[in-house]
C-alpha cells in the first residue's frame, strides 16, 4: 500500500482540457494550482483602465480567463460552485517556483513536443525530488518527452491521459516511459480507480494509445463504409446510437460535439505513425472529409459539421453532393425486431442476422471491428479486457468489442469476417483449439478473461472493491418478480435490484421492495435498494397513473397511491437497516424512496429531485411530506420559519434536480452526517453493503414513527397563497401551475390550522395523497402527463 498522499497538484495550461482536469481534482477536495503563459500584448479593454503588462490581473488573465469559461460551460465541470475556491491560478513567469510544493505536477500544454519539452525544462528547476510528474498527452510518444531529464525525474514521470470532459468521461489511461518506476504506475493506476472515479487502464507507449487508437479506426471505418452502403449520416447515426448501447449522439453528431479537426489530428497522427498496421489505409482521410476541414465545417465550434442549425431546423449533410438537407427519419427492418429486446447485450445476434441495409452494415463493421482489436494484441495491450474497458469508459460504449464478440459467438464472428475478406489474428483461432469458446466467463461472482500467453481464463486484477449484479444474478437469487430480483450480497445483507423499464416504480416494484424487507427481517441483517443499470429510477409509473385517471377509477387509484406511501413508510421503519444507491437519473418516486431509507450511499453522478410539478401532480410516494418534515427538523430558535418552510416548497415547486449528488445537499434531499458520495460508481454497491452491514453491526434499533413534525398552518398557507396569486398575475406560472402549487401549499402547511401545530407523518401523508387524487381528476393533468408519455418531455399548459 503506498503512503503518497496527494494533496495538491499543478496543473500546467489552462485549456479546455487544463481546466477541466483542474475542476475535477477540485471536485475530490484536493488542492489545485493552474498555472498558463503570461499574455504577450494588452486587450483593447486593458488599454483603456491603463494597466500595464506588468499587472498581476494582465499577466493572470489568460488563466482567469479560461478557468471562468470553464466553470460557466455546461454540462458543468464542477460538483459544486464552492469548490472552485480550490483552484488558485498564476502564470508561468511569477508563479512556477509554486510548484516545488504540490504533490503531482500535470502538463496539460498545446501538443506540440518542442513546447511540452521547454515547459519540461523550466519545471525541473523548481520540481522537487519524487514529485509525480505527467502529461495529458493524447498521442505524442512519452519516451521523446522525457529525453534529456533527470533520472528521478524519468522514474516518477510517465503520461496520465484524461478524456474530455475530464468531469463526465471515466477512461484515465496510464502510459509509462522507459524508465518510469513500477510504484508509480501501480500508485496512479490505484489513485485513478479510487480518488478520481476512473477507470484506470495501463496502456504501452504506442500511438494514440488504446482508446483513440480503436475508436478513431471504428470512425475512420465508418466514414469508408457509409458512402460503399449508400447509407445517410442520419441513418448511421440511428445504427449507431443507443440500439447498440453507443451515446444518443452516436457517430456523427459525437464527432460535431469533439470537433473534425481533433478526430483528424489523431487520425493523420496514427496514419504517419503506424506504417505496419493491417488497416493503415483506412486512417487515410476520404475526399469528403478533406473537403469538410477545407470549408472549416468542423462542427459545433465554428457552426456547422455532418450537422447544421437553421432557425428551429436541423439540417444533415449529404455526402455525395456535401449540400445540407432536412433530416429524415430513419427505419430498418433489423432495428425493428430488437424494439422487444431491452439488454442491449442480447441485441448483437439479431442485428448481424438482418436481410436488410441495417444487417449488411453490422456485418461489414463488426468485422471490421473484431478483426483490428484481435490484431491490436500484443501491440498495445497485453490484455484484451483493457481495450473493452478504454472503449466503454473513453467512448460511453455500454460493451466493449470483445463483450459484443462473445454476445455473437467468437466462432460466428470469425464467419462474418471472413465474408469480408478479413481474418482474426491468429491467437483468436488457438484460443478456440484450446477449448476456450468465449473472451470471458464468470466464476465465483467474478470474471476472468481469456490470458493471451498462457492460454487460460484469468480472473480480472482489481475486482475485489466491486460488486458486479450481473455475475451474482443467477447464483445468489433470492426473490424474483417481474419488478425487482432480490440477491444475497452476502454477510447477512440483501440488495433489491428494480428491473422494469427505466427502473419506473409500479406495483410489481413495490411489491418486490415489500417482500425483500420481509425476507430480511426474517433472515438477514440489512438491506440495500441498488442497480447498476443507467439510471437509478425516472420514478413512478405514470402510465399506470394515467391509465386509472382517464378510467375514473379513483378507488384503485387511491389505494395505488397508498401503496406506494406505505412502502416507502416501510422503508423507513423496518426492523433493519435499509440503504439506497441512487445514480444517474434518481426522478420523482426514486428520489422519495432514497429519501426514505436510513441512510444514502449516492454515486456524484446522481441528478435527484422531486419532478411531479412536470406531469401536473405534487408529489405522492411521500415526498411532500417528507419535505414538509424536513423544513420541520431545520426550524432553529429565532428563525423565521415561514421563510425556511419556503426553501423546500420551492425545491419542490419549481421541480429542481440536482446536477450531482454535491448540490442535492443544498435542495435537503440528501442529509449532512446521514448520507455520503462515493465518485466511483463502480464502488458504490461494495459500499452500500459495508455501510448497511456496519449499522446492523453496531446495534440497529428499529425507528420509532414520528408524531412531532411541526406545520405552521394558516400562517404559512396564506403566505404561499399570496405568493403563487402573484406568480400568476404576473405571468411567470399558468393557471393550472397555479392550481399544481396551492394544493402543495396546503399540505406543507399541514392544512388550515389555526396555529402551529405537531402533527404525524400519517396525517401529512393523508393530505399528500388527497391532493394528488383531486389533481388526477383535472383534464390538463392527464395532457400533462399523456404528453410526457409520448414525448419523454414535460408540458407547461
Known amino acids: 500500500m503506498s503512503k503518497r498522499r496527494i494533496k495538491k497538484v499543478a496543473i500546467i495550461g489552462s485549456g479546455i482540457m487544463g481546466s477541466g482536469i483542474a475542476c475535477h481534482f477540485a471536485n475530490i477536495g484536493v488542492d489545485v494550482l493552474l498555472l498558463d503563459i503570461v499574455p504577450r500584448e494588452l486587450t483593447p479593454a486593458e488599454k483603456a483602465k491603463g494597466l500595464t503588462l506588468e499587472d498581476k490581473a494582465v499577466r493572470n488573465r489568460l488563466v482567469n480567463d479560461a478557468l471562468t469559461a470553464s466553470l460557466k460551460s455546461k454540462p458543468s465541470p464542477i460538483y459544486h460552485s464552492s469548490f472552485a ?23 496539460v500544454v498545446v501538443e506540440r513536443l518542442d513546447i511540452k519539452k521547454i515547459v519540461f525544462e523550466k519545471l525541473e528547476k523548481h520540481r522537487k525530488p519524487g514529485t509525480l510528474i505527467t502529461s495529458n498527452t493524447s498521442g505524442i510518444p512519452i519516451h521523446f518527452m522525457s529525453e534529456g531529464r533527470s533520472e528521478d525525474f524519468q522514474k516518477h514521470f510517465c503520461g496520465t491521459h484524461f478524456f474530455n470532459p475530464a468531469r463526465y468521461l471515466k477512461l484515465f489511461e496510464i502510459i509509462p516511459g522507459p524508465k518510469t518506476d513500477a510504484s508509480v504506475l501501480e500508485f496512479l493506476n490505484g489513485y485513478g480507480e479510487q480518488f478520481l472515479g476512473k477507470t484506470s487502464v495501463v496502456a504501452k507507449d504506442t500511438p494514440a494509445f488504446i482508446g483513440n487508437r480503436i475508436g478513431i479506426f471504428g470512425i475512420q471505418s465508418l466514414f469508408h463504409q457509409v458512402k460503399a452502403l449508400d447509407l445517410t449520416v442520419e441513418e448511421v447515426d440511428k445504427l449507431t446510437g443507443p440500439v447498440i448501447g453507443r451515446p444518443k449522439s452516436a457517430t456523427f453528431r459525437t464527432v460535431d460535439v469533439v470537433g473534425l479537426d481533433t478526430l483528424v489530428h489523431v487520425a493523420n497522427g496514427i496514419h504517419e505513425n503506424c506504417p505496419n498496421d493491417e488497416a493503415h489505409e483506412l486512417f487515410k482521410l476520404p475526399d469528403f472529409i478533406n473537403t469538410m476541414m477545407e470549408n472549416k465545417w468542423l462542427g459545433s465550434k465554428t457552426g456547422q459539421g455532418f450537422y447544421k442549425k437553421e432557425g428551429r431546423d436541423i439540417l444533415a449533410l449529404d455526402l455525395n453532393t456535401l449540400e445540407y438537407k432536412p433530416t429524415k427519419k430513419t427505419k430498418f427492418a433489423t432495428l425493428e425486431l430488437t424494439k422487444t429486446i431491452d439488454k442491449v447485450i442480447d441485441r448483437f445476434t439479431v ?271 411521500g415526498g411532500s411530506k417528507e419535505m414538509a418534515l424536513r423544513a420541520s427538523d431545520s426550524f432553529k430558535k429565532g428563525d423565521v420559519e415561514l421563510n425556511t418552510l419556503q426553501e423546500y416548497f420551492l425545491t ?146
Open 85 to 107: 475556491k480550490r483552484i488558485t491560478t498564476g502564470n508561468l513567469d511569477d508563479d512556477i517556483a509554486k510548484v516545488k510544493d504540490v504533490d503531482w505536477i500535470m502538463e
Open 351 to 621: 442485428l448481424v442476422s438482418g436481410k436488410d441495409k441495417a444487417g449488411d452494415f453490422y456485418r461489414k463493421n463488426f468485422a471490421a471491428m473484431f478483426s483490428y482489436v484481435s490484431h491490436r494484441i500484443p501491440e498495445i495491450t497485453d490484455e484484451l479486457y483493457k481495450i473493452d474497458d478504454a472503449m466503454k469508459a473513453g467512448f460511453g460504449w455500454e460493451h466493449g468489442p470483445f463483450q459484443i464478440w462473445d454476445a455473437v459467438g467468437v466462432a460466428k464472428g470469425i464467419d462474418i469476417m471472413k465474408a469480408e475478406g478479413l481474418e482474426p489474428a491468429a491467437w483468436v483461432n488457438d484460443m478456440l483449439a484450446s477449448g476456450s469458446t468465449s473472451f470471458y466467463s464468470v466464476k465465483n461472482g467474478t470474471t476472468h478473461y481469456y490470458d493471451i500467453p498462457k492460454k487460460s481464463q484469468e480472473k480480472i486484477p482489481g475486482q475485489d472493491g466491486f460488486i458486479i449484479l450481473d455475475n451474482i444474478r443467477k447464483s445468489k437469487e433470492v426473490f424474483k418478480n417481474t419488478g425487482v430480483v432480490v440477491e444475497d450480497l452476502g454477510d447477512g445483507i440483501l440488495n433489491c435490484e428494480f428491473q422494469s423499464k427505466m427502473n419506473t416504480i409500479g406495483g410489481d416494484v413495490l411489491a418486490g421492495l415489500n417482500k425483500a424487507v420481509e425476507i430480511a427481517e426474517k433472515d438477514f441483517a440489512g438491506l440495500v435498494i441498488g442497480n447498476q443499470a443507467a439510471n437509478f429510477s425516472v420514478g413512478a409509473n405514470i402510465g399506470m397513473i394515467f391509465m386509472m385517471a382517464v378510467e375514473q377509477e379513483y378507488d384503485e387509484l387511491n389505494a395505488a397511491i397508498k401503496y406506494f406511501q406505505d412502502t416507502m413508510m416501510r422503508m423507513r421503519y423496518s426492523s433493519i437497516p435499509t440503504v439506497s444507491a441512487p445514480h444517474g437519473m434518481t426522478l420523482g418516486g426514486g428520489c422519495e424512496l432514497s429519501m426514505h431509507v436510513d441512510k444514502v450511499v449516492a454515486a456524484a453522478e446522481t441528478y435527484i429531485g422531486l419532478v411531479e410539478f412536470g406531469v401536473g401532480v405534487i408529489p405522492g410516494g
Open 652 to 797: 419542490i415547486g419549481m421541480a429542481k434536480v440536482a446536477t450531482s449528488a454535491y448540490e442535492a445537499f443544498d435542495m435537503g434531499i440528501l442529509q449532512p452526517g446521514k448520507d455520503i458520495i462515493v465518485v466511483n460508481k463502480d464502488r458504490q454497491l461494495a459500499t452500500a453493503k459495508a455501510h448497511a452491514k456496519l449499522m446492523a453491526e453496531t446495534g440497529y434499533t428499529q425507528p420509532v414513527k414520528r408524531t412531532d413534525v411541526k406545520v405552521l398552518g394558516k400562517q404559512a398557507l396564506g403566505m404561499f397563497l399570496v405568493g403563487t396569486d402573484s406568480m400568476e398575475a404576473s405571468k411567470f406560472i399558468s393557471e393550472h401551475d397555479h392550481k399544481i402549487a396551492n394544493k402543495l401549499a396546503y399540505v406543507m402547511a399541514g392544512g388550515d390550522l389555526s396555529e402551529p401545530t405537531l402533527v404525524s407523518e400519517q396525517y401529512l401523508l393523508d393530505l399528500e395523497r388527497e391532493a394528488f387524487l383531486s389533481l388526477c381528476t383535472e383534464r390538463k393533468t392527464l395532457e400533462r402527463i399523456q404528453h410526457m408519455l409520448k414525448t419523454g418531455k414535460p408540458l407547461r399548459n
